[in-house]
């Protein structure tokens, strides 16, 4: 009798072409996603005199560099020749080697780990790479979705093969029920603030437990992405009932009799009864609030009711140093309560919460008020902001002084511009606040749309549950 497998073991058994040793194999990919930022993987294909070797299993979408205002003029609108130029190269890619593109006027353009689910490519049991960290997002629907470097980009794309060290398994179960607006968001932030940025190195995080399961798409999309902040190689939730649902009828899905094929085999993906992880966390959902970071790590992240942290308090001599470092970067003094502090600008999307679920959230706190500091929407996917103009949420948005842009990373990273000045606090959705990371100087805290809709309404990082109740 076989043994009792987890997800990813079954998904990793089912795509190994050949084993070298017992831990590396060289793994079949189905679904590899493009951005404009694999310019040196196409390079360096085209150095090599190689082609892409599957093109019907490529897809591409600028997403880093697109600009968020002035989308209509398409890449004529584009005042930087740098960013056209990568935008037009990934074009040219999709063109030269028939891959499927949804360009910068494409109806479907988006970030990558927004429009993957969204299109139905990302499916249960599938090997997913992409030259970008987030990927672990595409997880949710119950693949191994892997961030690779440009030069397994380019392995990818000459072989749709990558070889890889067969990471551990970690099952992380989140039970309880989650108290008034603390979201998905809000889980991830104290999975990590738990377990550090280190916390799952080497391994793929298994979410699993009664809040996962009651979890729509959306939300375990939120927490798969940010597996990656906890060190994790991906992150994956089983697929179940939820899944097959939010799938159905999505133009790359599988369609009539493939789509019940499909079906019986995505029954057997999750882990059996039994299955060994190498390793186990809980986490009591019961107990967690609205989570803000107060540092420059992920991990930095408390409650919305409690204070910065005192470095005389951390538990060794390195944490120390680090907390006095971030201290000094985010320019707030040991013990300041993290509820009142001026914010001098909110951004709202990112791979993390741009999807229409996070949008109706930061608008149902934004409804009838009027932002207090400059405040943009950026939505995950030019398909999320057609949806959230049908749905009447880009005029909430506009009548509360908030700015209403196009789709694309913007602010997560300011590639294309979008950036936070230096010394400027912003309440942010995405999923970094690195040094540096919405600008040169920046300083970003991390929160739920509906957190990032409180801090625009007040000026203040704000208790949403103060506003709502
Ligand atoms: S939204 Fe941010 S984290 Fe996501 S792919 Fe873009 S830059 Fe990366």
Redesign the pocket.
């Known amino acids: 009798m076989m043994a009792a497998r987890t997800l990813f073991e079954k998904i990793w058994q089912r795509h190994v072409i050949v084993s070298r040793g017992a831990d590396e194999a060289l793994l079949a990919v189905d679904s590899h996603f493009v951005a404009e930022g694999s310019f040196h993987a196409f390079g360096a294909l085209a150095k090599d005199g190689r082609r892409v070797r599957k093109p019907r299993q490529v897809f591409g979408s600028p997403?880093?560099f697109v600009p968020t205002l002035g989308r209509e003029q398409g890449l004529a609108g584009m005042g930087d020749a740098e960013s056209r130029g990568l935008i037009e190269y990934l074009a040219h890619n999709a063109r030269e080697y028939g891959f499927d593109h949804f360009g910068i006027d494409d109806a479907r353009q988006g970030?990558?780990?927004v429009i993957g689910p969204e299109l139905g490519i990302s499916q249960p049991g599938l090997m997913i790479t992409c030259g970008?960290?987030?990927t672990s997002t595409h997880g949710a629907v119950g693949a191994f979705a892997l961030g690779i470097g440009a030069s397994q980009n380019k392995q990818v794309l000459a072989t749709q093969c990558l070889w890889q060290k067969r990471p551990k398994t970690m099952r992380i179960g989140v039970e309880g029920a989650l108290g008034p607006c603390v979201t998905a968001k809000d889980v991830i932030l104290a999975i990590i603030a738990k377990i550090g940025v280190s916390g799952a190195v080497g391994h793929v995080i298994e979410y699993a437990g009664g809040v996962l399961r009651a979890m729509t798409m959306e939300e375990r999309m939120t927490v798969c992405n940010m597996s990656i902040e906890a060190g994790a190689r991906s992150g994956m939730v089983a697929p179940d009932d939820t899944t097959f649902a939010y799938l159905h009828g999505r133009p790359y899905a599988p369609q009539g009799g493939h789509w019940e094929e499909a079906l019986a085999y995505w029954r057997t993906l999750p882990s059996d009864a039994g299955a060994k992880f190498d390793r186990e966390v809980t986490l009591d959902a019961s107990a967690l609030e609205p989570m803000v970071t107060w540092g420059t790590l992920p991990e930095h992240a408390i409650a919305v009711t409690g204070s910065v942290p005192d470095p005389a308090c951390a538990s060794s001599a390195d944490e120390r140093a680090q907390w006095d470092e971030a201290i000094r970067y985010i320019g707030l003094a040991p013990g300041t309560p993290l509820a009142g502090i001026e914010i001098d600008r909110v951004f709202i999307?990112?791979?993390?919460n741009?999807r229409i679920e996070d949008l109706r959230a930061a608008a149902a706190v934004l409804r009838g008020g009027k932002a207090a500091i400059r405040a943009w929407v950026s939505p995950g996917s030019t398909t999320v902001k057609r949806q959230a103009e049908a749905e009447g949420l880009d005029r909430v948005f506009r009548e509360a002084g908030c700015e209403w842009r196009a789709a694309g990373?913007s602010s997560?990273?300011a590639?294309n511009g979008d950036g936070v000045g230096a010394g400027e606090r912003c309440a942010s959705t995405?999923?970094?606040n690195f040094e540096g990371r919405q600008g040169k100087g920046s300083r970003t805290h991390l929160m739920s749309p509906a957190m990032a809709a409180a801090a625009a309404l007040t000026g203040r990082i704000t208790d949403v549950r103060k506003l709502a109740s």
């Open positions: 997403d880093h970030i990558l780990h970008d960290s987030h999307g990112s791979c993390t741009g990373c997560c990273v590639m995405s999923n970094r």
